[in-house]
């Protein structure tokens, strides 16, 4: 026995399957769209947490009168600040 298909359920089920399969891959396309989207606005998010993050830390340095790191050769002193009492005496020199 053999099977025959006529002709306009054959397209029609072409019709279908093609039509279907445009429904799939414009949803797997916005669905990459909405990823990407989403990624980079946590990027954003998390760049700008960092830069509050630091500009906190620059605030409480700056409170506090600033930070006194030892001179030595990977911390030279900024050349362009003029400060007469930069460098700290102690009582054992």
């Known amino acids: 026995m053999q099977l025959k298909f ?3 359920k054959c397209r029609s089920c072409t019709l279908l ?3 279907w399969s445009i429904i799939v891959a414009f949803s797997v ?3 990459l769209y909405l990823i990407h989207e989403n990624t980079i606005e946590r990027a954003r998010i ?3 947490t ?3 993050h630091n500009l906190a830390y620059r605030k409480w340095n700056t409170k506090h ?3 006194y790191v030892k001179v030595d050769e990977s911390t030279q002193p900024n050349p362009y600040l003029d400060t007469p009492d930069r460098d ?3 009582v054992n020199g």
């Open 6 to 8: 006529s002709a306009p």
């Open 17 to 19: 399957i093609a039509g």
């Open 29 to 31: 396309l916005w669905n």
């Open 46 to 48: 998390e760049a700008r």
């Open 50 to 52: 960092i830069f509050e």
């Open 65 to 67: 009168g600033g930070v």
């Open 88 to 90: 700290l005496q102690t």
